[in-house]
C-alpha cells in the first residue's frame, strides 16, 4: 500500500468518521484528557491531573503533556468540561494560555476553575463560558448539548456531541441517583430520545464496572454521619475532596443539627466553599463557622472539622495533622476521623499509613463505604447496562478506568448485545475512527505527562513549535506503509537516513490497542535518539504513529 492512501492521524478524519483519541484517564484512574475530532472541528473533553505515586518524590501533581493537542490549535474549537473535579480541570491552568480557546462548563464547574486558576497564578486571560444543563451550542460544524447528570459534585454533566458523521455521547463521571443530596434526579428520558435518534459511539464512565449491582445514592452516607455526629464524645474531623460539595454540604448541616460549629481546613476547601455560597448552594446559619483562632476556646464536643487530604496528599491538612506539621491542628486523644472517600487505586498503603499514625495517636477512624461513610460517585454494573440498553451505540468505547474496570465494561456492552467489532478496549494515545460501518484503530500518539513541583505556579510551554515525526504502518502493525515523515504544515517529508532498524520493531503479526501503544513507544524512542544524534532537543520531537486502511 501507498501511503498516499492512509490518512495522516495529523490530517482531519475520514469524511463520514468521528476520530476519539484519549490522552489521559483511559488505561489509568486520573488525569481525563480527550480530543474529540470530525471534519475540520476538533474538541477538547476535559483536561484534568493525577496525583503522584510513593516514588514520585518532589512531585506535587502530574498533568497531561498538550504537545500533540497544540498540533490541532487551528481546529480546536473549544474545551468542554464535564465537571468540577481536579482529575478533569486540574491541568487547565497549566495549559490553558496556550490553546487559548473557549472553555465550557456550568457554573460549579467554572467556579472551581477560577479558584484553580488564581491559585496557580495563571498567566493571561481566561475566556470561561457558562452554560446551563440542557444548553445547547454550536461550535463550527459540531453541536454540543450538555446532559444533566449526577455525580459527587454539582453541576456534573455528560455531553451530546452532534458531528456530520453522527451523534457521539459522553456520559462524563456519573451515576443514576434518584436521591441526590443536591440538584435534580438525572434526565433519563433525554437519554432514551438521544437513544432513539442514534448514537454513532458512546463514551462511558468505567470505574465501577467491575461492581455488581447500583451504587447507593449520596442519600445513604447521611445515617453513618449523623451517627457519628451525634454519638462522638470528641471533635469529629471529615475528610473529602475539596470538590465534593454535597459531602461537604452534608457534613455542615448534620454537625449543627447535632450542636456542632464547623471549620473547614484547606484553602482549596475555603476557596470552593466561597464559589458554593456565592451559588447559593451550601448555607450555613449565623455563628455555624468557627475561625482557627476560636478552635482552642471551643469544647472538642462542640467542634466538627472539615478537611481536605482524602488520598493522603502531601501538602493537604489531613496528612499534615496526623505527621505533627499543621500549623494550628494536632490530633487530640478521642478525636473522630472520618475518612469520607476510598483511596484511588495505588493511594491505599498512603492512606493506610496516615490511619495508622492516627490511631496511634488516640484517634479513632471510619474509613469509605465499608464503614457507610461514602458513596461512590460512579455507576457500577447495572446502571452501566441500562445507560448501554437506553442509547444502543453502534460503536462504544469505555472510558475513565484502569484496564480491568475497562474490560468489565466491554463485557456489560458484549451482555448487552453490542457487536463484538464495535467495542474498542484502548488505552492513552491510542486513537480510534467510528463510522456507521466500522471502528477501527486509526494510530498513536504519545500520551506525555509533565510533573509539577509543589511551589511551581502555571508556566507556559516554549513557544517553540514541535517537530513531529509520523510513520505509517499497515492495519495490522505488521507491514510497514511509509515513513519516518517530518510532518509540518501539512505536508509529510520523508526524513533521511537509514531507518532499518524501525522497521526490526514491527511485531510481524497482527495486533491491538496495547501492541500499538508499546510499538509506538519504541518507536518515539528511535526517534528522539536520532533527533539527539543530530544535535536537536529529544524531548522536541513528537512520533505519530497512523495505521493505514485495508
Known sequence: MDSSEATSLLAPPRAGTVRFLPLGGVGEIGKNMALLECGSDALLLDAGLRFPQPQELGVDIIVPDIAFVLTRRDRLRAVLLTHGHEDHIGALPFHLAELNVPVYGTGVTLGLLRNKLERRAHRGTADLREVREGQRLRLGELEVEFLGTTHSVPGSCGLAIWTPAGLVVHTGDFKLDQTPTQGEPPNLGRLAELGREGVLLLLSDSTNAPNAGLTPSEATVRPALQAVMTGAKGRVVVVTFASNLARVQQALELS????????LVGRSLLRNFAT?????????QPGQMVGPRELARTPDRDLCLIATGSQGEPLAALNRIASGTHPFLRVHRGDTFVLAANPI??????????VNQLVAQGASV???????VHASGHAAAEELRYVLELLRPSNFVPVHGEPRHLAAHRQLALDAGIDPARVAVIEDGCAVEAGPEELRLAGWVPPAEVPIAADQRAQPRSATPQEVVEVVLGPGLGA?????????GGVRVPLRGDHRRWRQHLPGTAGGAGQLA????RLDSLAEEEWMSAGGDPKSVVTVVTLARE
Open 518 to 521: 508499546s510499538l509506538g513507544r
Open 366 to 372: 471510619l474509613a469509605g463505604s465499608a464503614d457507610g
Open 276 to 284: 458554593a455560597q456565592k451559588l447559593g448552594l451550601m448555607p450555613v
Open 256 to 263: 449543627w443539627e447535632a450542636g456542632r460549629r464547623s471549620c
Open 480 to 488: 510497514w506503509a511509509g515513513g519516518p515523515y517530518l510532518a509540518t
Open 345 to 354: 487505586p495505588g493511594n491505599g498503603a498512603v492512606v493506610g499509613a496516615i
